[in-house]
């Protein structure tokens, strides 16, 4: 048995330009039109409404001036008003070929927007069909409000149906324009209008302000309607419209329906449509979000590693995208380990440990961690492990004002002794060196001199956790230490640590002596 078609239309440029905020150029419309027609592949766009500003001419313009030399203009529609000529005359003259003539769904609206009677009304829609025909454009026809329709007056919005169908219309959209329906509803109510016009092609238009929209979208489909629309990231006005992304995939796995969209564009086109709303995608947004392929918790990419338990269908390939393995307080060794492999970097088990540990560490401080954090902080714990610490930083205080010299506070254990002393420098740092010098002045030690300083935020742009100074430093020879922290001056601390220790591991352990204050 073949499996049915889906025809799919795309509201983005319509629909979820009305999103609050959201206004694209007749550049951006261009761009996202030919992504929308030439790498998702949806059958129909709808660009704009008709006599709403020159700028939306122009887009409209663009769009279509493309669309006829792609042998698309039959793909491109614009949604027009019943005010015959004015939005007939403006889409004629914007180029494209096919109204979505907007009509009153509901007793409701044509009563208290239009105040005018089901036959006045209807003469109306009929006179805007005819002079669309008479002018070479195909004719859609939208009931705004059909689901409230259905629900209040449904005689009315059945009699707009039947005179419809017999109209040289060639689709009739049933828009859910408030967001009211739930599934059951839905269903009853399309099964109800598809039994009664058997033969009518019908499109279903879900908004989402109880978050059913892919729901009802989904009960519609199974239901036999012909065609669904859509926005790119759920884009429209209040809660959004049918978010393409999730239907699809939806489709695909739980219908035998065809679409002919291309699910592996899916991410790209997300990014673009974000990128010129300037409408952030939440990290946790099916298919497309920034989290929604990232495991986190250490059993689960245990599972993963073992025998993809933690796997769905939704495999993150199918969208252009890849799994990732979240780093933080509740990473096993297992997520370390996928992300080393990813970085090519293998460690001993007992390494390994460390490494998690610190990534734990930072975790429990809401520190965040990335894969590119990754490689530093190996680097860290290596380094640390390598080194006999007998001399630690134990406590400092440090206070910057307005006017006032940076000072510190310094407490410093070296052999199981404590050594205290306090200073004041050009910046937080100098002031941690003259208190260091002062405590070692006093111990008849010398330090190294500081060659060059250099601080690294690990690439990527997108942690918060880590800040990398590497300290060069001379003593008859150069040699460099690295510390690793969330805050630089304490990096650079932790970094001067290191150097204290590899100096006392080359010379003889000091005498014990009383603290210095």
């Known amino acids: 048995m073949e499996a049915k078609k889906l025809e799919w239309m795309d509201t983005t440029l319509r629909d979820g330009e009305q999103t609050s905020g959201v206004s694209f150029l007749p550049s951006e419309k261009l761009h996202i039109a030919k992504a929308l027609l030439e790498e998702l592949k949806v059958d129909r766009i709808e660009v704009a409404s008709a006599r709403v500003s020159a700028g939306e001419l122009e887009g409209v313009q663009r769009i279509t001036q493309w669309a006829a030399q792609k042998g698309y203009l039959d793909r491109i529609e614009v949604l027009g008003f019943v005010d015959t000529p004015i939005s007939v005359d403006w889409i004629v003259e914007a180029g494209a070929k096919v109204l979505n003539l907007l009509t009153k769904g509901s007793l409701n609206h044509l009563v208290y927007q239009l105040k005018k009677t089901p036959a006045a009304h209807f003469e109306d829609i009929q006179s805007a069909i005819g002079y669309a025909v008479q002018k070479g454009l195909q004719v859609n026809v939208y009931l705004e409000d059909w689901s409230s329709g259905m629900r209040d007056s449904v005689e009315y919005t059945l009699s707009l149906i039947d005179m419809l169908s017999k109209q040289p219309v060639k689709r009739i959209m049933l828009p859910d324009t408030l967001g009211i329906l739930s599934p059951l509803e839905t269903r009853t109510f399309l099964g109800q209008v598809i039994s009664k016009f058997p033969g009518v092609h019908f499109d279903f238009h879900g908004h989402n302000d109880y978050d059913l929209a892919v729901a009802n979208a989904l009960e519609a489909i199974q239901l036999g309607v012909s065609g669904i629309h859509s926005t790119v990231n759920g884009l429209g006005e209040r809660a959004g419209n049918v978010p393409l992304e999730s239907l699809l995939a939806v489709v695909k796995d739980f219908t035998d329906i065809e679409t002919g969209i291309q699910e592996q564009k899916i991410f790209r086109v997300s990014k673009l449509v974000e990128q010129f709303s300037g409408q952030y995608i939440p990290a946790n947004k099916p298919v497309v979000g920034e989290n929604v392929f990232t495991q986190t918790a250490g059993i689960h990419a245990d599972g993963d590693q073992k025998k993809s338990l933690y796997f769905n269908k939704l495999l993150p390939e199918r969208f252009g995208r890849e799994r990732k393995y979240a780093l933080g307080k509740s990473s096993g060794k297992a997520n370390i380990s996928k992300n080393l492999e990813a970085l090519g970097i293998s460690l001993e088990p007992e390494e390994l440990a460390r490494v998690t540990q610190r990534i734990i560490d930072l975790g429990d ?108 430093w001379e003593h008859g020879h150069r040699f460099k230490t690295k510390g690793l922290d969330p805050d630089q001056t304490v990096a650079a601390m932790m970094a001067t640590e290191k150097m204290l220790n590899i100096m006392d591991s080359i010379t003889s352990a000091p005498q014990s002596t009383s603290s210095l204050v």
């Open 365 to 472: 401080k809401k520190e965040r961690v990335t894969p590119e954090d990754l490689p530093y902080i190996i680097s860290d714990v290596l380094q640390n492990t390598a080194l006999n610490k007998h001399i630690s930083i134990d406590g400092y205080h440090m206070t910057q004002s307005k006017g006032m010299k940076p000072s510190v506070q310094l407490r410093l254990k070296m052999h199981g002794n404590y050594y205290d002393a306090t200073a004041t420098g050009d910046g937080q740092y100098d002031s941690f060196m003259n208190a260091l010098s002062n405590i070692y002045t006093t111990l008849h030690k010398e330090l190294p001199k500081l060659v060059d300083y250099h601080v690294t935020i690990p690439p990527g742009g997108k942690t918060d956790a880590l800040v990398e100074t590497v300290i060069t």
